[in-house]
T-cell receptor
Framework: GAVVSQHPSWVICKSGTSVKIECRSL??????MFWYRQFPKQSLMLMAT?????????EQGVEKDKFLINHASLTLSTLTVTSAHPEDSSFYIC???????????FGSGTRLTVV | GNSVTQMEGPVTLSEEAFLTINCTYT??????LFWYVQYPGEGLQLLLK?????DKGSNKGFEATYRKETTSFHLEKGSVQVSDSAVYFC?????????????FGKGTHLIIQP
């Protein structure tokens, strides 16, 4: 149980375009999902908390207009990187908490490269 | 604010050696503590957790005890295997109910040599 699927696993896009990353909880409902960013050889940094049916909560320093989060159902949250630039290249990871457990399940991550 | 400090690697050990990866934290209130493992090319997997002081989390031969007096959650294993080679992250939950995201340490790359 507690499986989180993230898609795509990697994507290459041109500067100025937008990219959407999906995060799905496969066998449980998640009212809250989390989006992290991981730089090479660095830790995971929480970007935002995605709340089903309401606005996401962004961490300090994260541009909400650049990183659009939508959590339209109890099993799906999406992160859209708008007008991507090379400095947005990173590893993005989503997470959700299965209310049946105590712990957070992570997706396998999305490697974004902006060229 | 909350923060997690863990020893930086890489840590290189021989098979069957004893492992300790130090983790200390700064937090308000009573956070929950976690160890996650990331194998090459894979996502993060929960290794073990502890939700209150003096709790011991254990899994796959790994153990960590929540020490409030020293604000520590050191990861230990008595005899490591080559298959334990991975990156290990110490993390804390900002609230007991799990409504908030996690604060991670920088990760410790563990390399086990045969």
């Amino acid at each position: 149980g507690a499986v989180v699927s993230q898609h795509p696993s990697w994507v290459i896009c041109k500067s100025g375009t937008s990219v959407k990353i999906e995060c799905r909880s496969l066998d449980f409902q998640a009212t809250t999902m989390f989006w992290y960013r991981q730089f090479p050889k660095q830790s995971l940094m929480l970007m935002a908390t995605s709340n089903e049916g309401s606005k996401a909560t962004y961490e300090q320093g994260v541009e909400k207009d650049k990183f659009l989060i939508n959590h339209a159902s109890l099993t799906l949250s999406t992160l859209t990187v708008t007008s991507a630039h090379p400095e947005d290249s990173s590893f993005y990871i989503c997470s959700a908490r299965d209310p049946r457990l105590y712990g957070y399940t992570f997706g396998s991550g999305t490697r974004l490269t902006v060229v | 604010g909350n923060s997690v400090t863990q020893m930086e690697g890489p840590v290189t050990l021989s098979e069957e050696a004893f492992l300790t990866i130090n983790c200390t934290y700064t937090a308000t209130g009573y956070p929950s503590l976690f160890w996650y493992v990331q194998y090459p090319g894979e996502g993060l997997q929960l290794l073990l957790k502890a939700t209150k002081a003096d709790d011991k989390g254990s899994n796959k031969g790994f153990e960590a005890t929540y020490r409030k007096e020293t604000t520590s959650f050191h990861l230990e294993k008595g005899s490591v295997q080559v298959s334990d080679s991975a990156v290990y992250f110490c993390a804390l939950g900002r609230s007991g109910g799990g409504a908030d995201g996690l604060t991670f340490g920088k990760g410790t790359h563990l390399i086990i040599q045969p």
